[in-house]
């Protein structure tokens, strides 16, 4: 009986280390899923510019009313999500991109449409 009891106690101290040593960590390398509402910028670059931000329009039509306006409001189009649509080398659509770009917008999505 002692003997039975012995190996018992054995087992489980055993089993238990087992599970403490040998637990699942959290891979760091994934992100988690990012649930949080944003402000978005959404362009369409054709041969004139229509822009929204935070779902209100904007009333720039050309590169130059564009420039302006991305100069003047920085500081709350920075953070934003901006969605460009259109089609590259056509109209104004590498213009605005170069001014994205040149302004370090951190989150960029180009939509290329066939006109």
Same mark, same amino acid.
Request: some cysteine; proline content about 3%; aromatic content about 14%.
């Given at each position: 009986? $002692?003997? =039975? +009891? $012995?190996?018992?106690?054995?087992?489980?101290?055993?089993?238990?280390?087992?599970? /403490?040593?040998?637990? /699942? &960590?959290?891979?760091?390398?994934?992100? #988690?899923?990012?649930?949080?509402?944003?402000?978005?910028?959404?362009?369409?670059? #054709?041969?004139?510019?229509?822009?929204?931000?935070?779902?209100?329009?904007?009333?720039?039509?050309?590169?130059?009313?564009? $420039? $302006?306006?991305? /100069?003047?409001?920085? %500081?709350?189009? &920075?953070?934003?999500?901006?969605?460009?649509?259109?089609?590259?080398?056509?109209?104004?659509?590498?213009?605005?991109?170069?001014? +994205? &770009?040149?302004? %370090?917008? %951190?989150? =960029?999505?180009?939509?290329?449409?066939?006109?």
């Amino acid at each position: 009986m $002692n003997r =039975i +009891l $012995n190996r018992l106690i054995y087992f489980f101290a055993t089993f238990l280390f087992i599970c /403490q040593a040998h637990g /699942q &960590k959290m891979d760091t390398a994934k992100q #988690g899923n990012d649930y949080a509402p944003h402000v978005y910028f959404i362009i369409t670059a #054709g041969t004139e510019i229509t822009a929204f931000f935070n779902d209100k329009p904007i009333q720039v039509s050309t590169i130059e009313d564009f $420039n $302006n306006y991305v /100069q003047k409001n920085i %500081k709350s189009l &920075k953070d934003s999500w901006v969605v460009v649509t259109g089609k590259p080398k056509w109209g104004t659509f590498d213009e605005v991109m170069k001014t +994205l &770009k040149r302004n %370090k917008f %951190k989150h =960029i999505a180009a939509n290329i449409r066939d006109i």
